[in-house]
């Protein structure tokens, strides 16, 4: 297995008027060529903060990487200059983001910039970038392609527009693609037709995936393996089979517990709840703050990943 992204000791803070609070701590999280990963975890967990790390385009400050590397084909991205980044994003790493509204310019049509992007990033003709622009409706299947791409990204609806951004995503033939909950937004029927057509992209197009979400279901559709970010940690790793259907570490089973079923169980909504207030305490495992099972070593020391079978690991002292 060829890694394609490789992480290690990645720490990025944020500065703010309480100090300074770690967002990201990973030790160490890698995806092969040609896999979909998936990363799973509540709001505020960081997902967002990987995906502008990997690109790049944390806002600093109040973000700062602390340590780490992040190797992308082998050559560590933090390392990289502005310049060097303009040429890998979009081309060889694109990302859709997650909401499709601020990555839209409402002052253009779509086909103005579609094409730009085509034009850019390509080095196509006016000419020809349209023709690509319309190519890319059909692929997305988006029917009447010359009226969607003579709109304004308001005068369509959520589900066209996310197929907009996948195009865009999908444009220039990167061989990584971060997909931040592509379908966040979206209404639950219209996400799966979004959902379909990323997994159909990406089986056709063989791209490696990172894909964001905080639903473990929705997760499983699209990826082989998960993570499951918990404060800027991973807490669980393994393969989607592995993950949900054995799960090992108190937060994802809570997590999955939260997904409402057709035979709701009663859970403790203190195990999911994150106060507003709760800060990150200076020792320990991160989650005993929620962990119905803590014992005092959770207080007193911070749990490693360790090898549990297969490909599972878990970060959790019990
Ligand atoms: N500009 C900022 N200044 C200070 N803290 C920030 C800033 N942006 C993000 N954070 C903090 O970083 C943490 C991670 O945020 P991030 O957006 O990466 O979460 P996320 O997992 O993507 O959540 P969501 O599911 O809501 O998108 C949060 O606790 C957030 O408060
Ligand atoms: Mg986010």
């Known amino acids: 297995m060829t890694e394609l992204l490789k992480i290690e000791n990645l720490k990025v803070n944020f500065r703010t008027f309480e100090g300074v609070t770690n967002v990201l701590n990973l030790e160490s999280l890698s995806v092969a060529k040609g896999e979909s990963f998936g990363l799973v975890g509540e709001s505020g967990a960081g997902k967002t903060t990987l995906a502008y790390t990997i690109l790049k385009l944390l806002p600093i400050p109040p973000a700062f990487v602390e340590s780490g ?15 060097e980044m303009q040429k ?10 997650q909401d499709p509204m601020s990555t839209l310019n409402p002052v253009f049509t779509t086909g103005q910039q579609i094409t730009r992007v085509l ?37 369509l609806s959520g589900g066209q527009r996310q197929r907009i951004i996948i195009a865009l995503a999908f444009s220039c033939g990167a061989q990584f693609l971060i997909a931040d909950e592509p379908t966040r937004n979206l209404d639950v029927t219209i996400q799966a037709g979004v959902l379909q057509l990323i997994a159909e992209l990406i089986r056709e197009t063989n791209v490696t995936v990172l894909f964001i979400g905080n639903n473990l279901e929705l997760v499983s559709l699209i990826c082989d393996r998960v993570g499951i970010l918990h404060r800027g940690q991973l807490v669980e790793l393994g393969s989607i ?5 054995h799960p090992a570490h ?27 207030e709760e800060r990150l305490a200076e020792k320990g495992c991160r989650y005993a703050g929620r962990c119905l099972k803590k014992e005092k070593i959770c207080l007193e020391e911070e749990p490693a990943l360790k090898h549990i079978g297969g490909t599972h690991y878990i970060a959790c002292h019990l």
């Open 69 to 83: 590397v992040i190797n992308f084909e082998g050559e560590n991205l933090l390392k990289k200059s502005e310049g």
């Open 88 to 97: 890998i994003r979009g081309k060889k790493v694109s990302m859709i983001f």
């Open 119 to 155: 034009q850019h990033n390509q080095g196509l003709h006016k000419a020809q970038a349209k023709k690509r622009a319309v190519e890319l409706m059909n692929l997305v299947k988006l029917p009447d392609p010359e009226n969607i791409l003579s709109k304004y990204p308001h005068e």
């Open 241 to 245: 089979k592995e993950v949900a259907k």
């Open 250 to 276: 108190p937060y994802t089973l809570t997590l999955l517990r939260a997904i409402p079923k057709e035979k709701r169980e009663k859970i403790d909504l203190t195990q999911i709840a994150l106060k507003a």
